[in-house]
């Protein structure tokens, strides 16, 4: 057992555990931007209300906090390049989206990116800081099932798609 952890300790830990890939777009003050979050999860279903963290040096940090809304997309496992994009810190918001197919809303010009797996549309319920992180709390609003696919997960380093089932989910009246 190790009991001096730091952050590279949880670091090589974490790598350990498949994390669904998803993109988180915002805007605010006229700048739209992307980032890629690994740490999403649903927290509620009433509410009905998910999670991630983000880093608060993160240039989307500032946009994400400020917004008014956010668009939480689920990756499909031929997606994965899409990660790769909204993780890089070099881009502007522009250059984010250059190339990337994407709807903007209706009401508000918000990026959605096309053909994912799911779209979560949330307001802001909640900001809570956690270390050199910001988790945040989002009320989902409205979802879109998008296009059909399996999603993409990150696991020490590199992406994969969803393998065979090992164990089937026992029925309701059997986990009582």
């Given at each position: 057992?190790?009991?001096?952890?730091?952050?590279?300790v949880l670091?090589?830990?974490?790598?350990?555990?498949?994390?669904?890939?998803?993109?988180?777009?915002?805007?605010?003050?006229?700048?739209?931007?992307?980032?890629?979050?690994?740490?999403?999860?649903?927290?509620?279903?009433?509410?009905?209300?998910?999670?991630?963290?983000?880093?608060?040096?993160?240039?989307?940090?500032?946009?994400?906090?400020?917004?008014?809304?956010?668009?939480?997309?689920?990756?499909?496992?031929?997606?994965?390049?899409?990660?790769?994009?909204?993780?890089?810190?070099?881009?502007?918001?522009?250059?984010q989206f250059?190339?990337?197919?994407?709807?903007?809303?209706?009401?508000?010009?918000?990026?959605?990116?096309?053909?994912?797996?799911?779209?979560?549309?949330?307001?802001?319920?909640?900001?809570?800081?956690?270390?050199?992180?910001?988790?945040?709390?989002?009320?989902?609003?409205?979802?879109?099932?998008?296009?059909?696919?399996?999603?993409?997960?990150?696991?020490?380093?590199?992406?994969?798609?969803?393998?065979?089932?090992?164990?089937?989910?026992?029925?309701?009246?059997?986990?009582?």
């Open positions: 057992m190790q009991t001096n952890v730091d952050g590279e670091r090589n830990v974490m790598r350990r555990v498949p994390a669904p890939v998803t993109v988180v777009t915002a805007q605010s003050g006229g700048e739209a931007r992307g980032i890629t979050i690994g740490s999403f999860v649903s927290v509620s279903l009433d509410p009905p209300l998910i999670t991630f963290n983000v880093h608060r040096e993160a240039r989307m940090h500032a946009i994400i906090t400020e917004a008014d809304r956010y668009v939480v997309h689920v990756l499909r496992e031929e997606q994965a390049h899409l990660s790769e994009r909204f993780a890089r810190a070099d881009l502007t918001g522009d250059e250059a190339s990337v197919a994407f709807t903007p809303a209706s009401e508000d010009g918000l990026p959605i990116l096309n053909d994912v797996l799911a779209v979560l549309y949330c307001r802001p319920y909640a900001v809570y800081e956690a270390g050199d992180h910001s988790i945040l709390v989002g009320r989902v609003e409205a979802v879109d099932l998008g296009a059909p696919g399996k999603p993409v997960l990150y696991y020490n380093r590199a992406y994969y798609a969803v393998g065979s089932e090992v164990l089937p989910v026992m029925a309701a009246e059997e986990r009582s």
